[in-house]
């Protein structure tokens, strides 16, 4: 998925340069600090691999050690998403205004990218960091939110 991003990244901004340069590649900032979070972020998902394998030096640690610590790494790895999301959120608010402005896109893709899924990544990111208690229910809005974006 992360791999199609740059290739994305360079379409919008060669289409939207001529609107705003700046904001344009302030977008494409935005695209790409996003993209290197949650690809650095996908090491916390291997984390748990290493952990409970089967390698000598794992021997140092209890079993329940271990399986804490992956938890723990799966856990971090929410996090680190989340904070994906917000340069995402900041991304999609900027190219939607370019869109906007371009007059030769359809102004509809633009308000669908400032449309309410921006405002709710904002409320879910604030909601899984100070509500942690609904940070599952939250992380399952943030996946149909990025499978929705996927789709559009």
């Given at each position: 998925m992360h791999?199609?991003?740059?290739?994305?990244?360079l379409i919008f901004y060669v289409l939207l340069r001529p609107v705003?340069?700046?904001l344009a590649l302030l977008a494409v900032l935005f695209?790409?600090?996003q993209t290197a979070v949650l690809v650095a972020n996908k090491l916390n998902l291997l984390l748990p691999i290493f952990l409970l394998g089967d390698a000598e030096y794992l021997k140092a640690f209890t079993p329940e050690q271990l399986q804490a610590l992956s938890y723990v790494s799966l856990r971090t790895h929410d996090n680190g998403f989340a904070v994906g999301l917000v340069f995402f959120g900041a991304a999609c608010l900027l190219v939607g205004y370019l869109i906007i402005r371009s007059g030769y896109l359809p102004r509809t893709f633009g308000v669908e990218d400032?449309?309410?899924r921006n405002i709710v990544i904002v409320v879910l990111f604030f909601a899984g960091h100070f509500l942690a208690g609904h940070w599952r229910l939250s992380k399952l809005s943030w996946t149909?939110?990025?499978?929705?974006r996927l789709a559009t």
């Open positions: 791999g199609c991003d740059v290739p994305l990244m705003n340069g700046n695209n790409l600090t400032i449309s309410a149909y939110i990025a499978q929705d």
